[in-house]
C-alpha cells in the first residue's frame, strides 16, 4: 500500500504544530546523529516560542498516516559574495522506522520551492563526516561540498561554544 507524505509548513504557534516539531527534533535528538541525548525540559519548552521571534525561521514537518515523521528546520542568511538571502537547513530528521521513502527529499523539496520564492542564492547545511546515509541523501537532492577551487580545499564547519 502506497502511503502518501504530506509536508506542511510549521506555525510556530499552533498546537499540533508546536507538539509535533517538539516530538520529531527530540526523536533526532536522542539518535546517535544527533548527540545520543533528549531535549532539555527547558528547551521544549520555550524553543517554538523562540523560533517565532527569529527573523527567516522556518520549518517543514513530514507527516504520514497523520503522523509526524519528519522535520526540516531552516534559518535564512545572506550570502556577501551573491547579495542575496541564502537558507541553512539546520536541523532534518526522519524517524528511522521511515528512512528510505523520499521523506527527506520531500523536506528538501519544500525548502527549495520556499528559498526560490525568497530569490535566495544557495541552499546550506552541515552534516557529520560519519553519516554517509545522509550525505547520499543530500547528493541525490543536488549538494556537494563546498570548496572555492582545487588549491584552496574543501570549506570546514567549526565552531566555538558561548
Not at 521544549?44 to 527573523?55: E, I, N, S, T
Request: aromatic residues 8%; negative net charge.
Amino acid at each position: 500500500m502506497q502511503r502518501n507524505i504530506v509536508v506542511k509548513k510549521v506555525n510556530y504557534l499552533d498546537p499540533t504544530d508546536r507538539l509535533a516539531l517538539i516530538s520529531v527534533l527530540d526523536m533526532y535528538a536522542r539518535d546517535p546523529m544527533g548527540g545520543g541525548e533528549p531535549l532539555p525540559d527547558e528547551v521544549k519548552a520555550r524553543l517554538c516560542d523562540d523560533l517565532a521571534r527569529v527573523p527567516g525561521a522556518v520549518s517543514w514537518l513530514a507527516w504520514l498516516d497523520q503522523q509526524p515523521v519528519g522535520l526540516l528546520n531552516a534559518l535564512q542568511g545572506y550570502s556577501s559574495f551573491k547579495a542575496r538571502p541564502l537558507m541553512n537547513v539546520h536541523d532534518i530528521a526522519v524517524d528511522p522506522a521511515e528512512r528510505g521513502k523520499g521523506i527527506g527529499q520531500a523536506l528538501l523539496k519544500a525548502l527549495e520551492e520556499h528559498a526560490e520564492q525568497l530569490g535566495c542564492c544557495k541552499l546550506t547545511l552541515e552534516v557529520l563526516s560519519g553519516n554517509s546515509v545522509a550525505q547520499q541523501s543530500y547528493a541525490r537532492f543536488g549538494f556537494e561540498q563546498y570548496a572555492l577551487s582545487a588549491l584552496t580545499g574543501q570549506a570546514l564547519f567549526m565552531q566555538k561554544w558561548l
